[in-house]
């Protein structure tokens, strides 16, 4: 019996010996309708995204930019607008808001991340009410405690300074407060992923709660504590209406406040300071996402399904 041999398939749709052969590619109106208006949207979409990019970047490096002038793309390319920021105060309004939101960040990864391991691995009186608590507040926005908050921060600056009105460390305290419980939720559902198994394993060794809890388990919920303190620090990082209402200082002002100013007087706004501003702020942002992009889907996703 002889073996069986492939024909090889010629560019004219012909194997090697002149007989036609089945063509399974798509061709003309069959590939538009089932490929092609897919290559057609993200295009689209494409061009819808990076066009708007490239409208700032051209009027950060236009020293004499503006809303109208700066509609002809990098007619004019000067670096003049970043060196003349550091001259404003960005600098150190940069240096806050970095400051802020990675304190925060770490914070509501401890303090979240010591909430959901208290709440799946231990059966406490007032468990299920306390969860349904936290879901329940969270539901409403934190700004509707504005002014509660300033009342707050106003009566406390006179007993304690450091977490009074116009203090960078009270502005953290509220973003951690306000934090704590939609995270806890998020951490809460990856936690119970983790088989208690490994716990009763540990402590049969002679390991102590905290032993499990540093060694074992916070290993293993690595992606969510990723994902939980990233989004900490962008919801953070480009917040205003609650750090305009804790910080009254120039010297104190974050990124988000003191862009505002600059764009706030729309006659005489320097939107050239502004797009560089704009530009440079979102550098730490994007290296973040880089940087932590492998474990934000693993952390998003694991904790929706238990097993």
Known sequence: ??????????????????GPVNDTRLRGARWWKEVGWRHVVGVVVIIYCVLPLLYVLS?????????????DLFSTVSFTNFTELFH??????AANSLIICSVTAIGTVLMGAAAAYAFSRY??????????????????????????????????????PVLGLNS????????????????TFLLYGFFN????????????????????YWTIIMPLVTPILVVVGLLSFISTYGEFFIASTVL?????????????????DERNAPWGLFAAGAVLAA?????????????????????????
Request: proline residues 5%; positive net charge; glycine residues 14%.
């Open 1 to 18: 019996m002889q073996p069986t041999r492939t024909p090889i398939v010629r560019v004219d749709g012909t194997d090697d010996g002149g």
């Open 123 to 160: 059966r406490f009186r007032g468990r299920r009410s306390t969860l349904t608590g936290l879901l329940l507040v969270q539901m409403f926005p934190q700004m509707l405690a504005a002014v509660a908050i300033f009342l707050l921060l106003l009566q406390l600056k006179d007993v304690f």
């Open 248 to 264: 009254q200082s120039n010297s104190k002002f974050t990124l988000a406040i003191g862009l505002y100013q600059w764009a706030s």
């Open 59 to 71: 009027a950060a490096l236009n020293p004499g930019g503006s809303l109208t002038g700066s509609n």
């Open 88 to 93: 404003r105060g960005f600098g150190r309004w």
């Open 193 to 212: 992923t983790v088989p208690k198994e490994l716990d009763e394993a540990a402590r049969i060794d002679g390991a102590s709660h905290g032993q499990v």
């Open 283 to 307: 550098i730490p942002v994007v290296l973040l996402f880089l940087f932590l992009q492998k474990y934000i889907v693993g952390g998003l996703t694991s904790g929706s399904v238990k097993g």
């Open 168 to 183: 960078i460390p009270g502005l953290i305290a509220v973003y951690l407060g306000g934090a704590l419980g939609v995270n």
